[in-house]
């Protein structure tokens, strides 16, 4: 028998609030999927007690967390150790606990970019520049997995340019500088006649939040446009896309994606994302 056959394993998602995460849907579906003995839960932790809670997921027997807002940057400094990729980003989106010691690690990055290859197969990385709106941790994920990945160009617009240029500057330490420019918010509509790509970070466009007000007029028909948005699933950037006849990704892909290495590496199970595990969560996003 296995380690990861011998006893019930407990994972959860810790964040606050938390009331709203798909995560304990997702997992557990794959949970039974595969009749694994484990479970998946949602963990209200108030920022103040993130600390004592990670620091005690060895003693609860818990193997492993995904970390959502606030907790995403401020778990660092209370885990053993931290993958590179995660400290590029600059945000821990999931914890695994092996002999008692903590690790940290980012799938959003690789959420973000293998959902975007599965939905946009004839999309190519070096074929020209991107566009990215928002300077938030989501953006430094696509920002990251964009540049390893060959894009020649990533411009940023972002409502408050300076939150940009931060990141301009935390990136020119990994990256050629040229390759990560900053444009003013009211340039967005001019600066994407030559993009391949634009994608939305933000939470405009969200359910219950303001529209993306934006002028795709000069965006090539061979772009593809992305939102992270996946509440609604068809934002009105994504349908005012798809009516001009681009290609365009939804943001549940990313959620789904950025979930099966952590899942495999806290159950030893590999999981596959396909229309059955898409089609139960968005019945989560009805209820
Ligand atoms: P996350 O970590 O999920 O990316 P965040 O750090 O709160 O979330 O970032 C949210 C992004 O949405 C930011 O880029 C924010 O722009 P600012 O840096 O100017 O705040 C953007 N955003 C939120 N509301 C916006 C609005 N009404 N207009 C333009 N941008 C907005």
Not at 114 to 138: F, H, K, S, Y
Not at 148 to 173: D, F, M
Not at 186 to 193: F, I, M, N, P, R
Request: aromatic fraction near 10%.
């Amino acid at each position: 028998m296995t380690q990861h056959e011998s006893k019930h394993m407990q994972a959860g998602v810790v964040g606050w609030p938390i009331g709203h995460s798909l995560s304990p849907r997702l997992h557990g579906y794959w949970l039974r999927e595969h009749g694994i003995d484990g479970d998946y839960q949602a963990y209200a932790v108030k920022p103040e007690n993130l600390k004592d809670f990670i620091r005690s997921l060895p003693a609860q027997g818990i193997c492993g967390v995904n970390l959502t807002v606030p907790h995403k940057e401020l778990v660092f400094p209370f885990l053993n150790y931290i993958d590179d990729l995660a400290r590029k980003i600059g945000a821990v989106n999931f914890v695994r606990v092996e002999d008692d010691k903590l690790y940290g690690g980012n799938t959003d990055g690789y959420g973000f970019l293998t959902n975007l290859q599965e939905n946009a197969p004839t999309w190519r990385p070096t074929a020209g520049p991107v566009a990215i709106i928002g300077a938030g941790g989501a953006a430094r994920a696509a920002v990251v997995s964009l540049l390893e990945s060959g894009v020649p160009e990533v411009r940023l617009y972002n409502r408050t340019k300076s939150r940009a240029e931060k990141l301009g500057q935390i990136y020119a330490e990994y990256y050629d500088p040229a390759r990560l420019t900053v444009g003013d918010w009211v340039d967005l509509s001019s600066g994407l006649s030559d993009i391949t790509l634009l994608v939305n970070t933000t939470t405009l466009g969200m359910k219950g939040q303001p529209p993306l007000e934006i002028d795709l007029s000069r965006l090539p028909n061979t772009a593809v446009v992305y939102d992270i948005v996946y509440n609604p699933l068809e934002t009105d950037l994504l349908r005012a896309a798809r009516e001009r006849g681009n290609v365009i990704v939804d943001g549940l892909g990313m959620l789904l994606y950025q979930a099966a290495p952590a899942f495999e590496a806290w159950f030893g199970q590999k999981v596959k994302v396909d229309p059955a595990v898409r089609h139960y969560v968005l019945k989560g996003l009805e209820v």
